[in-house]
Nanobody, 127 residues
Framework: QVQLVESGGGLVQAGGSLRLSCAAS????????VGWARQAPGKEREFVTS????????YYLDSVKGRFTISRDNAKNTVYLQMTNLKPEDTAVYYC????????????????????WGQGTQVSVSS
């Protein structure tokens, strides 16, 4: 089993930036894909981005392309989500998730492909 701990959330003004981190433990980190999802109040959880095990392939939700960048440091067992030009509609709880049976999700992934989740970190963007 994989344990995931997110950090880096906070309150930022529109146009600002945040970097989220997701520290993993429990299995060989470099063997599986990782993604980020978010859930805003009253809305369903949506997948925002994923990255392959090697870090060579990344995928993004259309609404965050060009603003969010996912990366990973397998030596540090950590995945990052750099968010720039943040908008009020980005306000949500952001969750890190591991797809330990997949080295590459070939997309954002489906809920059933992720088998470990972090506790989430709040991102709030004021207008």
């Amino acid at each position: 089993q994989v344990q995931l701990v997110e950090s880096g959330g906070g309150l930022v003004q529109a146009g600002g930036s945040l970097r989220l981190s997701c520290a993993a433990s429990g299995r060989t980190f470099g063997n599986y894909a990782v993604g980020w999802a978010r859930q805003a109040p009253g809305k369903e959880r949506e997948f925002v981005t994923s990255i392959s095990a090697s870090g060579g392939r990344t995928y993004y939700l259309d609404s965050v392309k060009g603003r969010f960048t996912i990366s990973r440091d397998n030596a540090k067992n950590t995945v990052y989500l750099q968010m720039t030009n943040l908008k009020p509609e980005d306000t949500a709880v952001y969750y890190c998730a591991a797809a330990t049976y997949y080295s590459d999700l070939s997309g954002l992934g489906l809920p059933g492909q992720y088998n470990s989740w972090g506790q989430g970190t709040q991102v709030s963007v004021s207008s």
